[in-house]
């Protein structure tokens, strides 16, 4: 049973347009979630966090939107550019217990972004 | 300061062989998480240490077994090779001051023949 679901595959934007990327999640206990982004050959890269205490946090050209009563989270890249090409994985976690350290993955979603 | 490291990046093992990977943590980092990707299940945790004790476990056989050293340095171990168990084993670490953030080192591509 699949817990953190990205169920787009593959997206691709213009450079300069913005990149929505979503992902539903079924298990009401995670309070915390986490986006990462992965080229081939490399671990995944630690990109923004949310709390389920908030609806949205922004670093830079990041924003990351929760929706706890759709149990749907988005991230927002803006502007789009080529070097953000890779794989987008979203993440979530039950914290407390020592579950923090325990993350569910989505299959992740290949943004490609055009020049 | 420096990232997550993991020995070997690559290794070749036949079926029936064992493997030892090694991760080495962001200093300061105490607990070291491990996870299993591969291109149908995606990435999925195996185990966490803490403090030299394994204090979770997600769902893989017993073959699948880990520790972690004094220094927070830690290995897993997979023994009895099966064709399925080639994947890219990622190797994440966390602490407080991070809010628990995981750090993700580059990985071991294990491919078992």
């Known amino acids: 049973d699949q817990q953190v679901k990205q169920n787009s595959p593959s997206l691709s934007v213009q450079e300069g347009r913005i990149s929505i990327l979503n992902c539903d999640y079924t298990n009401s206990m995670f309070d915390y979630f986490l986006w990462y982004k992965k080229y081939p050959a490399e671990g995944p890269t630690f990109l923004i966090s949310i709390s389920s205490i908030k609806d949205k946090n922004e670093d830079g050209r990041f924003t990351v939107f929760l929706n706890k009563s759709a149990k749907h989270l988005s991230l927002h890249i803006v502007p789009s550019q080529p070097g953000d090409s890779a794989v987008y994985f979203c993440?979530?976690?039950?914290?407390?217990?020592?579950?923090?350290?325990?993350?569910?993955f989505g299959k992740g979603t290949l943004l490609t972004v055009n020049p | 300061k420096a990232g997550v490291t993991q020995t070997p990046r690559y290794l070749i093992k036949t079926r029936g062989q064992q493997v030892t990977l090694s991760c080495s943590p962001i200093s300061g980092h105490r607990s070291v998480s491990w996870y299993q990707q591969t291109p149908g299940q995606g990435l999925q945790f195996l185990f966490e240490?803490?403090?030299?004790?394994?204090?979770n476990k997600g769902n893989f056989p017993g073959r699948f077994s880990g520790r972690q050293f004094s220094n927070s340095r830690s290995e897993m171990n997979v023994s009895t090779l099966e064709l399925g168990d080639s994947a890219l084993y990622l190797c994440?670490?966390?602490?407080?001051?991070?809010?628990?953030?995981?750090?993700f080192g580059p990985g071991t591509r294990l491919l078992v023949l």
């Open positions: 994440a670490s966390s602490s407080l001051a991070t809010q628990e953030t995981q750090y």
């Open positions: 993440a979530a976690r039950i914290s407390g217990g020592g579950s923090n350290y325990k993350l569910t």
């Open positions: 240490y803490f403090s030299e004790t394994q204090r």
